[in-house]
């Protein structure tokens, strides 16, 4: 067992945490506050070749691998989550069209996506009436000659107002084939009969934007199928395996950030004439935290690990995105704690470092749903 990086990811672990803290840091209170990520940024991201960690140089990516892919990750959302999440979705939606396309459909979009200079990858599973459950999901795609007809609504779409493709899923066999009559499309951002809704005013990631998208008619070539017909469920449960290591990557890299600033504002800090570290009320919290860290870091390893060796890992990325989004949550929390009354302010980053950890226990599958996913392998 090693837990030292390779030079490979050593370097791309480097490359991220450079930009992040030369580039992003500077602006991430004002990403959150104006909520919304410079498109500068985005691009500089794909000239470092992290719109693309673990996906082929010859379709545009680093081929740096997974584990390279959840430090990089982790670095970025050390400095700012939205910026983490916008990197964590374009990654997915690209490693699955590099897996489930035809090598038309990969080097139509990979490389673009790779470059970040045309817009993101989101990923429209979700609905208004169906997320966790998405088997139960009412979009439809109708063939009608050469092409499909979408019609519906997705709910919860991250970077969907500035995507340059989406995987849309829809039913194209009737409601009772359940996850076995469900299709996933590539659509272009500009698709006619595609409608962008106003974005969500969240309490998190608000440099993110998440939206509601309406199809209406919306007709995309049957080329634009990604895998076959009934398959589309099964690309979504593997591309979601994959992103929920990305998940437990940003909520690691979140905590990290939470708990160096409890650490800066515990030593200047002082109470009854010493600084708040030298009390053991203070020093508990940070150890707490601390352990909490690692712990999540080595899980989101493990689950990286294994599916760079080809092994299967669905169990190991949920563990890892349970409990590292929970950690997170609690890190972010006794960051607050610490810093007092100021750390309920602007002034301080504690307060978006918990709005923004907090919405990592729900998307890419809620607490529950990787519970359910964890009780199920230890039953079967
Ligand atoms: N890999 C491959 N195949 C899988 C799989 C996996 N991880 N999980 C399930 N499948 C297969 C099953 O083997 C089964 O195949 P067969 O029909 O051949 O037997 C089929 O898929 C159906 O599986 P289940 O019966 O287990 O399906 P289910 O309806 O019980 O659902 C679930 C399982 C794990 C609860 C799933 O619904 C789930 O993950 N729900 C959460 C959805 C989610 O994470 N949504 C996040 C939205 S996207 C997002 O947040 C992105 C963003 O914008 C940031």
Redesign the pocket.
């Known amino acids: 067992m090693n837990f030292e990086p390779t030079e490979t990811q050593a370097l791309i672990q480097r490359a991220a945490r450079d930009f992040a803290a030369r580039v992003v840091l500077p602006i991430a209170a004002e990403i959150d506050a104006r909520a919304t990520i410079p498109p500068a940024v985005v691009r500089a991201l794909g000239e470092l070749g992290l719109m693309a960690v673990n996906i082929a140089p010859e379709l545009g990516g680093s081929g740096a691998g997974v584990v390279a892919y959840a430090l990089a990750v982790q670095e970025i959302a050390r400095a700012c989550a939205s910026i983490a ?1 916008t990197m ?2 374009t990654n997915m939606v690209g490693e699955a069209i590099a897996r489930f396309g035809t090598s038309a459909q990969a080097s139509h979009y990979c490389p673009a996506l790779a470059r970040g200079d045309e817009g993101l990858g ?2 429209a ?2 609905e208004p009436d169906a ?5 139960a999901m009412v979009t439809t795609a109708r063939r009608d000659g050469a092409e499909w007809v979408l019609d519906g609504a997705k709910q ?4 969907g107002s500035a995507a340059r493709v989406l995987i849309v899923w829809a039913r194209t066999g009737p409601p009772e084939t ?3 009559g469900i299709a996933c499309f590539l659509v272009d951002g500009n698709a006619a009969g595609l409608r962008v809704g106003r974005p969500e005013d969240k309490m998190g990631l608000r440099g993110s934007s ?1 939206v509601p998208l309406e199809f209406a008619s919306c007709r995309v070539p049957a080329t634009a199928m990604l895998g076959s017909e009934n398959d589309g ?2 690309i ?3 591309a ?2 994959g ?1 929920r290591i990305g ?1 437990g990557a940003q909520a690691v890299g979140i905590a990290r950030a939470a708990l160096e600033e409890s650490v800066r504002y515990a030593k200047d800090r002082r109470t009854f004439g010493a600084p708040i570290a030298e009390h053991q009320a203070i020093q508990w919290m940070l150890a707490d935290m601390q352990t909490r860290i690692d712990a999540a870091h080595l899980l989101s390893m493990r689950a990286a690990a294994m599916k760079e060796a080809g092994r299967p890992f ?1 169990r190991e990325a949920a563990i890892a995105k349970l409990f590292a989004s929970e950690a997170a949550i609690a890190v972010c929390n006794s960051a607050v704690q610490i810093h007092g009354g100021y750390g309920y302010t602007r002034d301080f980053a504690a307060e978006r470092h918990l709005r923004d950890a907090r919405v990592t226990t729900i ?4 607490s529950e ?1 990787q519970r ?2 964890i009780a ?1 392998s230890a039953l079967a």
Not at 156 to 159: C, E, H, T
Not at 363 to 366: F, K, L, N, R, V
């Open positions: 999440v964590s979705v989101c990923f599973l979700s997320g966790s459950d998405p088997g919860w779409i991250s970077g359940g996850t076995k998440t469920f099964k979504a449960m593997m979601l395996d992103g998940i669905s998307y890419e599958g809620t749903i359910l996913v199920r």
